[in-house]
């Protein structure tokens, strides 16, 4: 086994400080004990962008469970820890990441001796596997409307390799699901490969996991509409520490399946 992803970890130390709501059967604590022994200190520049990213990603899983909504699949979770903390009888939470990542994730799972039955482990290497063919595997029912989330995760891929994400998550996605995504972002006119190359050069992780993926807002949305989804919401979150260059910021995107996929009809 490979090191599990730190950035990952990082993210989960963060949010455990954070307020955040729960389901009534949900478990609060959860993110602190699938912290238990990360010995890390985030920097406080990194708080403002996680803290927007996950109240918008938990107002979207309380609110698609409130709306009927009974799958939520998570691509690149990592320690997330929604499916403990938004438990809900009949909703059932599927998670995707990297085999390594998720062999540290499920043993930190059984030491919380919590019940685990309505999440599912996925492995998936994003770069190569079938992600369409990897949720069918894990029980996944693609008649049925779901919540995708991608938190934090396309800035890490290559530009092919989200399209072959987004496009997998859309061709699963029934009438009424919803797509909930984060897009690294810079401004007009500069060159994305050089704005990758200086953000990098700033990061302590990007030895082994780089960022990919930085394009103009109008590039990046083009992206979701070619993968088959129509943007209905979105919110730009805080920039990340002060000196950021090339108006570098993240977006929070909403979206719909584009394509009704039985009748080819496009979505009103």
């Not at 994003?126 to 989330?149: E, I, K, N, Q, Y």
Request: charged residues 20%.
């Amino acid at each position: 086994m490979n090191p599990p992803s730190l950035t990952s970890q990082v993210v989960a130390v963060t949010r455990a400080e954070l307020e955040r709501p729960h389901s009534p059967d949900g478990n609060p604590g959860a993110q602190r004990r699938l912290c238990e022994g990360m010995g890390f200190t985030p920097p406080d520049w990194l708080r403002p962008g996680i803290a927007a990213r996950t109240a918008f990603v938990d107002e979207l899983v309380m609110s698609s469970i409130a709306t009927g909504l009974r799958q939520v699949v998570i691509c690149g979770a990592g320690y997330d820890d929604r499916a403990l903390r938004f438990r809900t009888p009949g909703v059932r939470f599927f998670e995707l990441d990297h085999p390594d990542t998720q062999q540290d994730k499920a043993s930190r799972l059984k030491a919380l001796d919590v019940g685990t039955s309505t999440v599912t482990l996925a492995a998936a290497d994003f770069r190569t596997d079938d992600v369409a063919m990897v949720l069918a595997r894990a029980g996944h029912d693609a008649s049925a409307p779901s919540l995708f989330v991608c938190e934090g995760l396309i800035v890490y891929l290559d530009r092919a390799t989200c399209h072959r994400l987004l496009a997998a998550l859309a061709a699963r996605a029934a009438p009424g699901s919803v797509l909930g995504a984060t897009l690294s972002t810079h401004a007009d006119g500069a060159d994305s490969a050089s704005v990758v190359a200086e953000a990098n050069s700033r990061r302590r992780r990007a030895a082994t996991e780089p960022w990919q993926t930085i394009l103009p807002a109008a590039e990046h949305l083009g992206l979701l509409t070619q993968a088959g989804w129509a943007v209905t919401r979105m919110l730009a979150a805080p920039a990340s520490g002060t000196n950021v260059s090339h108006g570098r910021r993240s977006l929070l995107i909403q979206a719909s399946p584009a394509v009704h996929r039985d009748s080819g009809i496009m979505s009103s």
